[in-house]
């Protein structure tokens, strides 16, 4: 990752002249299970990858703030007393949104300096693999350390949250931010999305011998328009026809009432929900007492109901995560919100070369196009670099 410190100091000097201040950098992430549970208040074990985004940053003098990234050409420059939803589009929304997300969320930014910011990433962009809650999550330990906010973890998890809800305008939950800024090397984040408790779980992928192959199938997603916003709404729909404040406080022993109660669509997306948290739960358990080896079954069956009852896997996944099974993975499902993106396979190392031959084959039979395969491990969340 050095390299990449290196280029964001130097994107910096060519952009703005002069050294920054420092260097703060977070992940993307992976969620290994607890798909579209996050906002139904459920369970989540995401864990940040070694992929992250930096951020070099000097104070200014005055209230202006300029903000550029290698992704785009502009420099966006405005006022900090300017910063409003209405007033920024595109990718500076996302570090923007950041820096008016902790004005909204108590931090007192009356008298706070104005910054330049630069942007370098590693994380793939519409992989589904965060790569706007590493932007988000690099830039709020940024902010909080410079204008000395002392903002804990958690905060900064709703400062991104608010960032993406309220200021980009995608009505996604608390994961992806929660696995940036809470990640540990070689463990996966259990998170109660309801109480906000987390636990770290060791993942033992590496004395099992075992990798996690992210399949990005290049099909874009977009969260703000459409199929994401619909599923929410049908959870929030499902949740009050059956009188709970949310789908968390159900069980699988609920299901046959809900099955009498509900149209068979919002029936279908309230099973994927409660039988999701009780994966979760279940993968939990097993990597405690077996291993990452037990819970191939379970990535599995989250799949499947995504694909089934939740209805956001595209044929791109489906078809990676069939022949990740079939070559030798002992588990495989999509990761985050789905209409494309990426798809992880559990795989025993000396199995990933066939597992990538075999897909490179089967996309190529099936006319999709090529797509990218990488390994990734779980590393630490968002921290300050340099
Ligand atoms: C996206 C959202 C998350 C979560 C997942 C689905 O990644 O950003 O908040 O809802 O989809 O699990």
Request: proline share 3%.
């Amino acid at each position: 990752m050095s390299e990449l410190i290196d280029d964001v100091h130097a994107g910096f000097e060519q952009r703005f002249g002069g050294k920054a201040d420092g260097v703060w950098s977070a992940p993307g992430r992976v969620n290994l299970i607890g798909e579209h549970t996050d906002y139904n208040d459920g369970f989540v074990l995401p864990f940040a990858i070694n992929r992250r985004t930096f951020a070099a940053l000097s104070l200014r003098t005055d209230r202006h703030v300029r903000v550029a990234s290698s992704f785009a050409e502009e420099v966006v420059e405005i006022d900090l007393d300017e910063l409003s939803p209405e007033t920024v589009q595109g990718w500076a929304a996302y570090p923007l949104g950041v820096a008016w997300a902790l004005g909204q969320d108590g931090a007192d930014l009356a008298a706070v300096p104005g910054f330049d910011l630069f942007l370098d990433s590693n994380v793939p962009v519409g992989a589904g693999l965060s790569s706007s809650a590493a932007i988000e999550c690099a830039v709020a330990v940024a902010l909080n350390d410079v204008w000395r906010l002392e903002l804990d973890r958690r905060a900064l998890v709703g400062v991104g949250h608010r960032a993406e809800n309220d200021f980009v305008g995608a009505p996604t939950g608390i994961l992806d931010q929660s696995a940036s800024l809470l990640g540990r090397t070689d463990s996966a984040i259990f998170l109660d999305c309801r109480s906000f408790d987390t636990e770290v779980i060791a993942l033992g992928l590496d004395a099992a011998g075992l990798e996690v192959l992210v399949i990005d199938t290049g099909v874009t997603h977009e969260h703000a328009n459409g199929g994401y916003a619909e599923r929410r709404a049908s959870c929030e729909a499902g949740a009050k026809t059956l009188g709970v404040g949310s789908l968390r406080e159900l069980t699988v022993d609920d299901l046959s009432r809900a099955r009498e109660t509900l149209d068979g669509e919002t029936f279908r997306r309230v099973r994927h929900v409660v039988t999701e948290n009780a994966r979760v739960l279940d993968t939990v358990r097993l990597l405690r007492e077996q291993g990452p080896t037990a819970i191939g079954d379970l990535l599995d069956a989250s799949h499947r109901s995504l694909r089934d009852d939740f209805e956001v896997s595209v044929p791109e996944l489906d078809l990676a995560v069939e022949t990740a099974q079939n070559y030798g993975a002992i588990g495989a499902r999509m990761t985050g919100g789905g209409f494309g993106g990426s798809a992880i396979a559990l795989v025993p190392g000396h199995l990933v070369s066939q597992v990538q031959v075999a897909l490179d084959g089967a996309f190529a039979e099936h006319g999709y196009a090529h797509p990218d395969m990488f390994t990734v491990v779980a590393d630490d969340g968002a921290h300050r670099d340099a």
